[in-house]
């Protein structure tokens, strides 16, 4: 069984930037790509970045220019580097992971992955 575990969240003034990072452990060949994902209250999760094995990147529209996604393969952690953060990017972000089934898009949009971490928490505030 793949575990994900999140890491790197806090509170952090506009403008600012965070850095998430996501390790896998147990059964890691259960995925190929894998993303950062968010949820803030009252919304449904959407998908921010994800990355296949190959290292092809999709980001959604909110995030692009000022998020980019990166993995280490040898070490099975992926990172999150968040710059120019506003409050509306304040959720909880999810590591997510999966076999590619589809394009990278695809993978990023649907959000049903079989494997989550637990969560971590990006606060956008002054």
């Known amino acids: 069984q793949l575990q994900l575990v999140e890491s790197g969240g806090g509170l952090v003034q506009p403008g600012g930037s965070l850095r998430l990072s996501c390790a896998a452990s147990g059964f890691t060949l259960d995925y190929d790509a894998i993303g950062w994902f968010r949820q803030a209250p009252g919304k449904e999760r959407e998908g921010v970045g994800c990355?296949?094995?190959?290292?092809?990147?999709y980001y959604s529209d909110s995030v692009k220019g000022r998020f980019t996604i990166s993995r280490d393969n040898a070490k099975n952690v992926v990172y999150l580097q968040m710059s120019g953060l506003k409050p509306e990017d304040t959720a909880v972000y999810y590591c997510g992971a999966d076999k590619l089934r589809t394009s990278i898009q695809g993978f990023c949009v649907s959000v049903w992955l079989n494997f989550w971490g637990q969560g971590t928490q990006v606060t956008v505030a002054s």
């Open positions: 990355i296949s094995s190959s290292g092809n990147t």
